[in-house]
């Protein structure tokens, strides 16, 4: 399964825009990116997903890279609520049993 | 509505042990998971199951044993609990046919400890 890289820890002050990057050097041309998140005592919840192009949703941005070794998820406004660690993820779409596997993730801390 | 429901939220119990987390989903969707969430946070797969057949097991100790009664349940059941146990599970589910783009949805977590 290819690998994600993301830093351990992240701050950013509150409704500020903060963006959280994931390297995947080695992502094949048919895996997807997720982005989830795990809100303190939570279960993880979806936040967007993409293969090729940047993506847009109520919660947040995707932006993936030309050569899509590197994708960033921005938050535009961080909120206290969004203190979260935040998981991406590559999904092979071409291994119908391919599934999630989480890393270490991004513990966001968000400074009022 | 829950969309993906666990029950019970907390459990205590002693080594060795048998104990059932039971899981329900009222999403529609045809395939459920289990996870582990261990005392360093990381999250691990356990088992995958689409229309109640087994599709993944992740090398969990055959101890650890998933029944899914019907498409919106897959409950856990562990026989000879272990201090090891001791950690957070999650339910999850989602949908085949979006697959690889499906959406997971997770249950809100049971605690288990093992005394």
């Known amino acids: 399964d290819a690998k994600t890289t993301q830093p351990n820890s992240m701050e950013s002050n509150e409704e500020e825009p903060v963006h959280l990057p994931c390297n995947h050097s080695t992502i094949s041309g048919t895996d997807y990116i997720h982005w989830y998140r795990q809100l303190p005592s939570q279960g993880p919840e979806y936040v967007i997903h993409?293969?090729?192009s940047n993506v847009n949703n109520r919660m947040a941005s995707l932006a993936i890279a030309e050569d899509r070794k590197s994708s960033t998820l921005i938050l535009h406004r961080a909120t206290l609520r969004d203190a979260a660690v935040y998981y991406c993820i590559l999904r092979d779409s071409t291994n119908t049993g391919n599934q999630f596997y989480f890393g270490t993730g991004t513990s966001l801390t968000v400074i009022p | 509505d829950t969309a993906v429901s666990q029950t019970p939220k907390y459990l205590v119990t002693q080594m060795g042990n048998d104990k059932s987390i039971k899981c329900e989903q009222n999403l529609g969707h045809d395939t459920m998971y289990w996870y582990k969430q261990d005392s360093k946070k990381f999250l691990k797969i356990m088992f995958s199951?689409?229309?109640?057949?087994?599709?993944i097991n992740e090398t969990v100790p055959n101890r650890f044993s998933p029944k899914s009664p019907d498409k919106a349940h897959l409950n856990l059941h562990i026989n000879s609990l272990e201090l090891g146990d001791s950690a957070v599970y999650f339910c999850?589910?989602?949908?085949?046919?979006?697959?690889?783009?499906?959406?997971?949805?997770f249950g809100p977590g049971t605690r288990l400890t093992v005394l």
């Open positions: 999850a589910s989602s949908q085949e046919r979006e697959w690889p783009a499906d959406t997971q949805y």
């Open positions: 199951y689409n229309n109640k057949e087994l599709i």
């Open positions: 993409g293969l090729t």
